[in-house]
């Protein structure tokens, strides 16, 4: 908006007269022919003023289209838009021209034991990407996890194990974190051999084998410090009473201890053993020749066997190994949504677990459903500047000055319907001049979008009005509106992605120059908006291809 004062001591220059009063642009009219008005410091329309009315000329600047004004009878520098600061990469070098290099970069990295994060350093004299935080392979160990992520889980461990019983040793492997299968010798058959071959803490008990031919049959000879020959061969009379110890047909029925009674009434024996849950008891016969209940202290005891296995981090079954299996172990758990996944049942320090499964965990913005609920990047909370949906509720960023650093801010287009506006203060440098001798410079204002989300489509438009005291004031007062809401539309954005659009503040001396920008984004189309955010970036600098004289 143009503004115009009068001032009485300079008012004899803007009129433009002689010492006569005489108009100078009236003089030089006879003889004068009139031509086109070109570019060469001559009044060639022969309008009383040089130069004047000339459009302005095309020209190229460095790959970018700009335009040459005519002054003092020449054309001048050839004015090229500017192009919006570079990405930062990871190079040692100041990309985007902020004074920083290399500032805040990091990317995603892997291991062949997951993902983590690395970020740019040095690595000697060069800029490299440096301190990945991904998982390293470790030495396999027998804990239900592939600790040198080759794939496999406790492969090839083994280790010496003993049988709780007989004391005897063997191997044992390593399946979904703990230890099974000890292959040592358990209790078998007595055999005579000097050895205790059922583990009950006798040797070659009970073992006879047949001899003589006595007048109702063989003889027997008992098995003595592992050999039958060390026995004495004793015949047998067919009235013998039937000797319910010996395990000897006595009384040559051919029936073993028939008649006899299960135990002597009265007797005790040891029961049970201290494994596990289980512990050793006395258990006594009773009147009626059949062993009492197996008791310590007058307590029944738990009896090796008569517990299945659970997980508990106990030996349930009393076999000298915990938690080795429990019913359902091995079974399929967890689940497939989203980013979860299924694992199998397994004990781990008496506690049951999803071994392998990977589980839920909060939603965040990451294009993933974390939360394993169905849907991607729901429910989560909006940006910094939520509040500006409204060119009222606009966010103030404050001012830019004319030819200073860009200024960087950005927000979200969620959830979906949602729409951003903010409201920058252009900032003009002090100048100062007189109308009809002195030239105020034009300046050009840029705002570019970028890093918009992948598969959306967002606009930016732009509303340029007066200097206001407050948003509420720009957004009210049409008749300060120099610009009405201009949008990028439907052109296509530059091969960087970035959509940049820009307003030339026209020069006006003695006034102020500092406008007032209404920047808007919104989704387009099909667009919904994302979680993800854009990046806004705003700056200023002076266009000496534009000036004002005071008219």
Wanted: hydrophobic share 30%; aromatic share 4%; charged share 25%.
């Amino acid at each position: 908006m143009k503004r115009t004062f009068s001032f009485l001591f300079i008012a004899s220059l803007i009129a433009g007269c002689d010492s006569d009063g005489e108009s100078v642009a009236g003089q030089g009219d006879a003889g004068c022919t009139p031509s086109a008005e070109i570019c060469d410091g001559v009044d060639n329309d022969c309008d009383g003023t040089a130069d004047n009315n000339i459009e302005p000329q095309v020209c190229d600047s460095d790959g970018l289209a700009g335009r040459q004004y005519c002054l003092n009878g020449a054309w001048g520098a050839c004015q090229a838009q500017s192009r919006p600061p570079a990405t930062e990469e990871c190079n040692g070098l100041d990309d985007n021209g902020n004074g920083l290099v290399d500032e805040s970069l990091s990317r995603a990295c892997n291991t062949a034991c997951g993902s983590g994060t690395e970020q740019c350093g040095t690595d000697g004299d060069a800029a490299a990407w440096i301190g990945c935080t991904a998982p390293e392979p470790e030495t396999e160990i027998c804990d239900g996890l592939d600790n040198d992520c080759d794939g496999q889980i406790d492969e090839g461990l083994e280790r010496a194990c003993m049988h709780p019983l007989c004391g005897s040793e063997g191997r044992e492997i390593c399946s979904l974190g703990a230890w099974v299968g000890c292959d040592a010798p358990g209790p078998q058959a007595e055999v005579c051999d000097g050895v205790d071959n059922d583990c009950d803490n006798e040797v070659d008990e009970n073992l006879f084998e047949e001899c003589g031919d006595p007048a109702c049959g063989p003889g027997a000879r008992p098995c003595v410090n592992g050999a039958f020959a060390n026995g004495a061969c004793t015949g047998r009379d067919a009235a013998a009473a039937e000797d319910c110890e010996n395990n000897v047909d006595d009384d040559c029925n051919g029936q073993i201890n028939d008649g006899c009674q299960a135990c002597t009434p009265g007797t005790s024996t040891l029961c049970s053993a201290d494994i596990g849950v289980c512990q050793q008891g006395t258990t006594i016969c009773g009147p009626n020749g059949e062993w009492g209940p197996c008791q310590d202290n007058g307590q029944d005891v738990i009896l090796i066997g008569a517990q299945a296995e659970i997980c508990d981090g106990l030996d349930n079954d009393c076999d000298g190994a915990v938690d080795e299996s429990f019913e359902g172990m091995g079974e399929p758990c967890g689940s497939e949504v989203g980013v979860c996944e299924v694992g199998v049942r397994a004990c781990d320090n008496g506690v049951e677990v999803c071994q392998g499964a990977v589980g839920a965990t909060e939603e965040r913005c990451d294009g993933e459903d974390n939360d394993c609920d169905g849907s991607v990047d729901e429910d989560l909370s909006a940006d910094i500047f939520e509040s500006n949906e409204q060119c009222a509720e606009a966010e103030n960023i404050g001012e830019i000055a004319e030819n200073n650093e860009p200024r960087v801010f950005g927000g979200t287009i969620y959830p979906a319907g949602d729409i951003d506006h903010y409201l920058v203060k252009a900032q003009e440098t002090f100048s100062w001049c007189v109308p009809g001798f002195d030239q105020d410079s034009a300046y050009r204002v840029f705002v570019s979008l970028t890093n918009i989300p992948d598969g959306q489509d967002y606009d930016i438009c732009l509303t340029v009005g007066e200097k206001a005291d407050s948003v509420q004031e720009f957004c009210e007062n049409s008749d300060d509106i120099l610009l009405e809401e201009t949008c990028y539309g439907d052109e296509e954005a530059d091969a960087d992605g970035s959509k940049t659009i820009s307003y030339l503040v026209d020069p006006s001396c003695i006034f102020n120059d500092d406008t007032d920008m209404l920047i808007k984004v919104v989704a387009r189309g099909d667009s919904e908006g994302a979680c993800m955010p854009y990046t806004l970036t705003v700056w200023s600098i002076s266009d000496d291809t534009v000036t004002d004289g005071g008219e």
